[in-house]
Every structure is written in C-alpha cells, then in structure tokens.
C-alpha cells in the first residue's frame, strides 16, 4: 500500500469527528447548540466565545459534545467577524449620511 493508498483508506469506520460528513440531524443538533450557545453569549453581552467566564457553561458543553471542533473553531471566528463588518457597516453609513447632508 503506498501513501496516497494509505491516505484515503482506513482500518476502521470514522465517526462525525473523523472524517464522514456529519448527516442532516446530526448537523441540526449542532447547529441547535450553536444558536442556544451565542443565545446565551448575547444574553450576557460577550461577543468572543471562551469569554463569558462560565455563564454560559452549560450550553458550551453541549455545543462542544454536539460540533466537530473544525466547526466550532469556524463558528466562532464566525460571530466575532460578523460583529466587526456590522460595526464597520454602521461607520461607513455614518460616513455616508454625513456626506449627504454637507452636499
């Protein structure tokens, strides 16, 4: 067997984590987890997930059991990048509205 054999073959079957794709209900699970998790963050005003200091302990676990880590890490940049482009947004319609008014 040579590497690339190797590469893409297994001994054993893979769970969500390990390379199958993750069926519909198991991504509904996680994506439940997700939005029950930023719910929680957004209810104590934390934007950066690992931040809340054990507020939202519960619904981090149950996002961590439910998520492939590669998602969790995505979501997560995710929500704190949304956050700045809305902030960034806002400054540029400010800066539009004014310009409108001085013309």
């Not at 104590?44 to 059991?65: D, I, T």
Request: net charge positive.
């Amino acid at each position: 067997m040579n590497w690339i054999t190797s590469w893409f073959s297994s001994s054993k079957p893979s769970d969500s984590s390990g390379g199958i794709a993750p069926d519909r209900a198991k991504r509904k699970v996680c994506w439940d987890a997700r939005d029950t998790y930023f719910a929680c963050l957004d209810k104590n005003s934390v934007l950066k997930p690992g931040e809340e200091q054990n507020l939202c302990s519960k619904e981090e676990k149950r996002y961590e059991e439910n998520c492939a880590k590669s998602w969790i890490e995505y979501f997560n940049k995710r929500r704190v990048l949304q956050e700045e482009q809305k902030d960034q947004l806002k400054m540029m319609e400010n800066q539009a509205n004014d310009a409108r008014k001085r013309n």
